[in-house]
Nanobody, 122 residues
Framework: QVQLVESGGGLVQAGGSLRLSCAAS??????MGWFRQAPGKERQFVGS????????YYADSVKGRFTISRDNAKNTVYLQMNSLKPEDTAVYYC?????????????????WGQGTQVTVSS
């Protein structure tokens, strides 16, 4: 059974940092990514990382502040978030795709975690 389990969310002041983790079990994936959804807004792509080669992709809104990394041995992906802003407040979801063609569309991801809340206070 495939599971994605996120951890690491919480409350932080603007300018602070948080690191999210997503542990996958049941199989490996071509891409793992992070999305976020703020109240009343659509789910938004944050970034993704390819299992083979480790290429990363980021939304413009987080480039230079967020970093995705992975530990293939642990089948775990991380999202290091620095210089956090109040507008980063959202539920963050880990997602996994079986396709090496996955991009920034939520529909291209096959499995999702339960989400973890990130709140950035001003």
């Amino acid at each position: 059974q495939v599971q994605l389990v996120e951890s690491g969310g919480g409350l932080v002041q603007a300018g602070g940092s948080l690191r999210l983790s997503c542990a996958a079990s049941g199989r490996t994936f071509a891409y793992m990514g992070w999305f976020r959804q703020a109240p009343g807004k659509e789910r938004q792509f944050v970034g993704s990382i390819r299992r083979s080669g480790g290429s990363t992709y980021y939304a413009d809104s987080v480039k230079g502040r967020f970093t995705i990394s992975r530990d293939n041995a642990k089948n775990t992906v991380y999202l290091q978030m620095n210089s956090l802003k109040p507008e980063d407040t959202a539920v963050y979801y880990c997602a996994a795709s079986l396709s090496y063609s996955a991009t920034d569309h939520a529909g291209e991801y096959d499995y999702w975690g339960q989400g973890t809340q990130v709140t950035v206070s001003s």
